[in-house]
């Protein structure tokens, strides 16, 4: 079992609303691995859409991915490159 972290900065213009947090979301449903995501005090599972929409996520926000089990580097790395491509939402 591995466990992994990782701070990002959202770069997106609506930060994690409806889409964004729905790909998000998609994203983490395909790994076994328990995913979380923190904002601030507040915590959620990746894998619920309300628990990430509740976070209040906007541009310029850091959060923090912290995922652990058996595939939670690659479940990692899948969401890193997907918020650093903006959610594919932008130019």
């Keep these: 079992m591995s466990v992994v972290e990782t701070h990002l900065v ?17 994203t983490a449903a395909q790994f076994r691995s ?8 507040k915590t959620a599972n990746a894998k619920s ?4 929409l509740k ?7 850091t959060i923090t991915l912290h995922a652990d089990g058996e595939d ?4 990692l790395q899948a969401l890193v ?6 959610f594919d939402e932008e130019e």
Aim: hydrophobic share 45%; proline share 2%; aromatic share 0%.
């Design 10 to 26: 959202i770069t997106n213009r609506v930060g994690l609303h409806a889409r964004p947090a729905g790909r998000l979301v998609q």
């Design 34 to 41: 328990q995913i979380r995501l923190q904002h601030g005090e």
């Design 49 to 52: 859409i309300l628990g990430v």
């Design 55 to 61: 976070l209040g996520v906007v541009l310029g926000d």
């Design 72 to 75: 939670a580097e690659k479940a």
């Design 81 to 86: 490159e997907l918020i650093q491509r903006k």
